[in-house]
């Protein structure tokens, strides 16, 4: 899997793994991995910044550490 290919498979899937929305401000990738900086929106209405790193494999999330 190609990077632009695992940026776009997080990008479709952060707010289901994640359980919030996101407004994603960048992706970067490199092979399987993939690193997401957002401003994510608690369930409070409160905003906080995030960092995360993702893994993708076989066109799925396979590991995400925030």
């Known amino acids: 899997m190609g990077n632009e290919a695992s940026k776009q498979t997080v990008l479709a899937g952060i ?15 490199q092979g399987d ?3 997401t900086h957002a401003t994510t929106f608690l369930p ?3 905003r906080a910044a995030a960092f ?15």
């Open 15 to 29: 707010d289901a793994a994640t359980g919030r929305r996101n407004h994603v401000h960048r992706a970067l990738a």
């Open 44 to 46: 409070d209405g409160s």
């Open 33 to 35: 991995l993939v690193v």
């Open 52 to 66: 995360d790193l993702w893994r993708v494999t076989g066109g799925q999330i396979a590991g995400h550490w925030g």
